[in-house]
């Protein structure tokens, strides 16, 4: 049998000055000590990366299913309550979205062509596009408060003579009652429809959380990309924080049609 | 990707101010940390800094064990007390509502701050990065920060036990968890606060095994722990994000009335306990995944045979892990769900059983005709063997509806998981830590007093929970704060029973501090085992675990390759060495304390001795 | 479960299988967006025009939009994201999300959808079941002399617990 040679040189980790990490020689300045090679750092960053997502998936997942399974439970609230989102809003917002992360993809290949002007302008046009989205979903919101449509106990926007079996429903409605209700629109007949409000918020409210944490991270990613921290061969936080978008664009791609598109 | 140390002809001999094998040893407890020089309190503050600021996997999992060791002991007083106070029917020392947080303390604690986070994020940090032949796992600073979230899940849970307790159980059940005046809100926090932490060490753990393995160490030559390690993370990163969504809507539901599980708002409070169970179920294999891994490394070693179907159990976690995900209607039997989905969540159950059997049948296996060796770590695999093969079986029973609806929330349940949990992951747990302290501590710990603790335990456990069986199955209700008189007796000796489970407990944490005072330093392979935090460094590893990248060339459990004349032959290049040294070879056969202390005294312990 | 069970060695390229950083160019970048949001005024079309009772998808809207919404989310994972390009284990992770999804609704659906099949007994109105409880409570009490006749513990079980029977 041949002799195994079970150990080789790689490197001596105490070649430098013992605790601090800055090794000199060919290491690049963003190389962390315990990696082998650049590629292994960012393939181990990306694949992290990916399977953050996957818990964000499955974050959601669960409120889809909320979604699903109520949905068959119930399919005539479901068509009523929908009435009552703006299809042309939620629409140009899916537009918005799409395009930001059309800009977060150009951003990215900016950073691979070492093209530094184009990736800071790409992240900035992102974070206004997350902001426009952003002032829109605050429209549809506020509309939606002053016709008293609120999640769960708090909804009050139902039509006169709305029949009413549950005891929480019925408390709920008569402590808000006596709304006004203005011309042109049309309060609802279900009176489980604050359970619809109540899943359209608890969704719609977390990706908005998403979409604000993007906006920081995007707004930091484009101050550094400023002072040309990014380049071809390093680029790792860009690409991370271009797949957290694009999940987020995902998630409305889904949200949209089941909300505001049931018929 | 071809940086990775692909040959050494690619490198030219590096220059070195040692002689390989004769580098000085940068002992991880002490380094980095204050120099000699320094006395007093300025000493202690630099080294609770270094350790507090620390990014080094085995420090954070040095952290984490001593942490959840608080955790287990504060939650195992609390069973001593519900214990003492079934002694008798009535009130003995507890009132009723005292009993009730009384025992959700000792579940909530033990299940949420101890079992789920005991053997990955404290043995498994330790242990996972050496056995990968890496440095470090790929996100050091997220190891941390999983720490300090964990801290902080921990505090919060503490918080809202002690500002007027909790009284749902540990599983919230809406819609009584809407309307309870007692602190839900904190608590559904302090869980969403703890999931992070877990989801953060599950994403570590997997890219580490994914990028960061040494050369030649192939999926097929992985050791069972760490394949046991991945089955564990993909769970904790499917199932957490769904306990975490659920008690975000269980806050909003207390905070702002969303009314998605409350039927007054016409919501569906069975849907609560299906998020709930989606998490909940996989966690269990959160609990005991990890056990099966550290029986298989202790059947290999302590057998001094290449573990029996290798493949079959690397797999069947795998499977577990994936099962795992399609059972948890078998908690719901009695709550209402469709007969339908009863049906077929209970014959999935049964499946279950088919890769746990195959376990333990390839475990049996690894022991027949092989040396075996009864020191400690092997005594408590034997007994993990015996008690789970009854925990299990004990839940298939369950898992049938029949049975179940006859059996649901009477004392042959609590009887059964705690064979699981307790008898299982508890004592993989303690095996675990009497194999791999000589590593992470330097120390050997005691032989003698280690084989009495691993009988008086097991003795202990079963005289207290066998006889929950019996009361279960005449009908004893769980939970109950008295009983009627003809339970007595079966509850005496359960709670004489819990005595000697706390005695054995003890002895064993007596032996650990012993051991880290008084006990022997321990060589760098005392086992004789074949995976790499044995065969290459020292005890305990050095700071950047190995002084150079190791080169795997056989399977984990080859001892023929690793002990024969042939592979520690020729130059020396080859068979195990520890800081340079051939390493001792035990005799399986001789095997023993005596013969393992010899080797001690034969000088081959590293030069640094550890913790003095 | 592991994307190769078989690799020889950790730097083995099919672990690490990728071809350098891929770049995507403009034209295709404008070819996607361009096609999703085609898709996006595609499916608030079929949407407007069901709500108005142009057409009639029945069965199908559901699908229907899920399906398109399925496209665009595969155009933006498999291109902006990078997944055609990418190491294969990136997609598998996020193909297990989809699946347990899925396993996480089916089995859900199973107890929600099939409430009232085999014993219909949700649909049994309450003052029914209250008069069989009724009956039920009667016939305990004329049961009631027997049973407590009959000692809990059977002299059996006194020999094998040592637990005097206690009425």
């Keep these: 049998m041949a002799v195994h040679p079970t150990t080789i040189a790689v490197d001596d980790p105490h070649a430098g000055a013992h605790g601090s990490h800055d090794h000199g020689g060919d290491h690049p300045p963003h190389l962390k000590h315990y990696f082998i090679s650049s590629e292994q750092q960012f393939d181990a960053a990306k694949l992290g990366m990916?399977?953050?997502?996957?818990?964000?998936?499955?974050?959601?997942?669960?409120?889809?299913?909320?979604?699903?399974i109520y949905r068959s439970m119930y399919p005539e609230l479901f068509v009523e309550a929908s009435t009552q989102l703006n299809t042309v809003m939620g629409g140009i917002n899916t537009l918005v979205l799409l395009a930001s992360s059309l800009t977060v993809a150009w951003a990215i290949r900016c950073a691979q062509t070492d093209n530094q002007r184009g990736l800071f302008w790409n992240l900035v046009a992102t974070v206004c596009l997350a902001g426009v989205f952003m002032v829109i979903k605050y429209f549809e919101y506020t509309h939606k408060f002053h016709l008293g449509i609120f999640p769960g106990s708090h909804y009050t926007f139902f039509a006169e003579g709305t029949p009413f079996t549950l005891p929480g429903v019925e408390a709920a409605a008569e402590h808000g009652g006596g709304h006004h209700i203005p011309e042109g629109e049309l309060p609802l007949t279900n009176q489980r429809a604050g359970l619809f409000f109540s899943i359209y918020y608890v969704m719609t409210g977390i990706h908005g959380i998403h979409v604000l944490i993007g906006m920081i991270a995007i707004s930091t990613l484009a101050v550094k990309a400023w002072k040309g921290k990014y380049s071809s061969a390093w680029y790792t936080p860009v690409e991370n924080v271009g797949l957290y978008w694009h999940v987020v664009d995902i998630i409305w791609i889904f949200l949209f049609p089941l909300m505001y598109l049931i018929s | 990707m071809s940086t990775v140390a692909t040959a050494p002809a690619r490198t030219e001999p590096v220059q070195r101010a040692y002689p390989p094998g004769h580098e000085p040893v940068h002992n991880y407890l002490h380094e980095p940390g204050p120099g000699p020089d320094v006395h007093g309190f300025q000493r202690f503050w630099e080294i609770f800094k270094?350790?507090?600021?620390?990014?080094?996997?085995?420090?954070?999992?040095?952290?984490?064990?001593?942490?959840?060791?608080?955790?287990?002991?504060?939650?195992?007083?609390?069973?001593?007390?519900?214990?003492?106070?079934?002694?008798?029917?009535?009130?003995?020392?507890?009132?009723?509502?005292?009993?009730?947080?009384?025992?959700?303390?000792?579940?909530?604690?033990?299940?949420?701050?101890?079992?789920?986070?005991?053997?990955?994020?404290?043995?498994?940090?330790f242990i996972l990065p050496i056995q990968l032949g890496a440095k470090d796992v790929a996100f050091p600073k997220l190891n941390l920060m999983s720490y300090y979230l964990f801290l902080t899940g921990a505090s919060i849970a503490l918080y809202a036990i002690f500002s007027g307790g909790i009284d749902t159980g540990w599983t919230f059940y809406t819609p009584y968890s809407d309307t309870t005046?007692?602190?839900?809100?904190?608590?559904?926090?302090?869980v969403f606060v703890a999931g992070f932490a877990t989801i953060l060490t599950g994403i570590n753990f997997i890219v580490t095994?994914?990028?960061?393995?040494?050369?030649?160490?192939?999926w097929n030559r992985l050791p069972l722990f760490i394949w046991a390690l991945y089955a564990v993370s993909i769970v904790q990163i499917l199932a957490t994000p769904v306990i975490?969504?659920?008690?975000?809507?269980?806050?909003?539901?207390?905070f702002i009335g969303i009314g998605i599980f409350d039927p007054a708002l016409g919501g569906d409070p069975v849907l609560f306990q299906h998020f709930f169970w989606f998490y909940s179920h996989p966690a269990v294999y959160i609990m005991i995944l990890p056990a099966f891994g550290v029986i298989s490394e202790l059947m290999g070693t302590f057998s001094r045979q290449k573990v029996f179907g290798y493949r079959a159990i690397a797999l069947s976690s795998v499977a577990i892990a994936m099962l795992g995900f399609m059972v948890w209607g078998h908690h719901m039997f009695v709550s209402g769900q469709s007969p339908l989905s009863s049906i077929v969540f209970s014959v999935i159950t049964f499946l279950i059983g088919v890769p746990s059997g195959i376990k333990i049948l390839n475990w049996v296996a690894t022991m027949y005709k092989g040396s075996v060796w009864l020191a400690t770590p092997m005594l408590f695999a034997l007994a993990f063997l015996f008690l789970f093969t009854i925990g299990g079986l004990t839940g298939i029973m369950v898992g049938a509806i029949g049975v179940d609806i006859h059996l649901h929330d009477t004392y042959f349940v609590v009887a059964h998981f705690h064979y699981v949990m307790m008898g299982g992951t508890v004592f993989a747990m303690v095996g675990a830590l009497f194999y791999w302290w000589p590593k992470m501590f330097g120390r050997m710990m005691s032989e003698t007093w280690g084989r009495i603790s691993a009988v008086v335990m097991f003795f202990g456990f079963n005289m207290t929970f066998f006889t929950q069986f019996i009361l279960g199955s005449q009908g004893m209700p769980r939970r109950y704060f008295t009983y009627l008189p003809q339970y007595q007796d079966l509850h005496v000796v359960s709670t004489i029973g819990s005595w000697f489970l706390a005695l054995g407990l003890l002895m064993v944490l007596g032996?650990?501090?012993?051991?880290?005072?008084?006990?022997?330093?321990?060589?760098?392979?005392?086992?004789?085992?074949?995976?790499?935090?044995?065969?290459?460094?020292?005890?305990?590893?050095?700071?950047?675990?190995?002084?150079?990248?190791?080169?795997?060339?056989?399977?984990?459990?080859?001892?023929d390759v690793l002990f024969s004349g042939d592979g520690a032959g020729g130059d020396g290049a080859g068979g195990v060495r520890i800081a340079g040294q051939p390493a001792p070879i035990p005799d399986p056969e001789v095997g023993g304390p005596q013969e393992m202390e010899k080797s001690v005294d034969q000088g081959t312990s590293q030069p640094d001795s550890a913790l003095d | 479960m592991a994307e190769n069970l078989h690799d020889t060695s950790a730097a083995d390229p099919a672990d690490h299988g990728h071809h350098g950083h891929h770049i995507l160019s403009p034209g295709l970048l404008l070819k996607v967006i361009g096609s999703l949001a085609f898709l996006t005024l595609l499916t608030v079309a079929i949407g407007l025009m069901e709500r108005k009772g142009i057409i009639h998808l029945g069965g199908f809207t559901v699908p229907v939009a899920l399906g398109i919404a399925g496209i665009k989310a595969t155009l933006v994972a498999m291109f902006f994201m990078g997944l055609k390009y990418d190491n294969k284990v990136n997609a598998l992770a996020f193909s297990l999300s989809i699946v347990f999804l899925s396993i996480f609704f089916i089995f859900t659906f199973l107890d929600t959808g099939f409430r009232d099949t085999f014993d219909d007994w949700s649909a049994t109105p309450i003052d029914e079941q209250e008069l069989e409880e009724l009956r039920l409570q009667e016939r305990d009490q004329e049961l009631q002399p027997a049973i407590e006749a009959q000692p809990l513990v059977l002299p059996g079980d006194t020999a094998l617990l040592g637990t005097p029977p206690t009425p």
């Design chain 2, 50 to 125: 270094s350790w507090a600021t620390t990014v080094d996997h085995k420090r954070i999992g040095v952290m984490y064990l001593f942490t959840i060791s608080i955790f287990f002991a504060v939650a195992g007083i609390a069973a001593l007390g519900v214990r003492a106070e079934l002694l008798a029917p009535g009130s003995q020392f507890l009132t009723a509502d005292q009993y009730n947080k009384l025992f959700t303390f000792h579940g909530v604690v033990m299940v949420f701050l101890f079992i789920i986070p005991s053997i990955p994020a404290s043995l498994g940090n």
């Design chain 1, 50 to 68: 990916w399977l953050f997502l996957v818990t964000e998936i499955l974050l959601f997942g669960g409120m889809f299913v909320a979604y699903g």
């Design chain 2, 209 to 218: 095994i994914h990028k960061m393995r040494a050369p030649g160490l192939t």
């Design chain 2, 181 to 190: 005046n007692t602190a839900v809100l904190p608590m559904t926090m302090a």
């Design chain 2, 244 to 254: 975490g969504i659920t008690m975000v809507l269980l806050a909003l539901e207390r």
């Design chain 2, 511 to 559: 032996n650990m501090i012993w051991s880290l005072f008084r006990g022997k330093p321990a060589p760098g392979n005392p086992w004789g085992a074949a995976t790499l935090e044995w065969t290459h460094t020292t005890s305990p590893p050095d700071h950047h675990n190995f002084h150079r990248t190791p080169l795997v060339t056989h399977g984990p459990y080859d001892y």
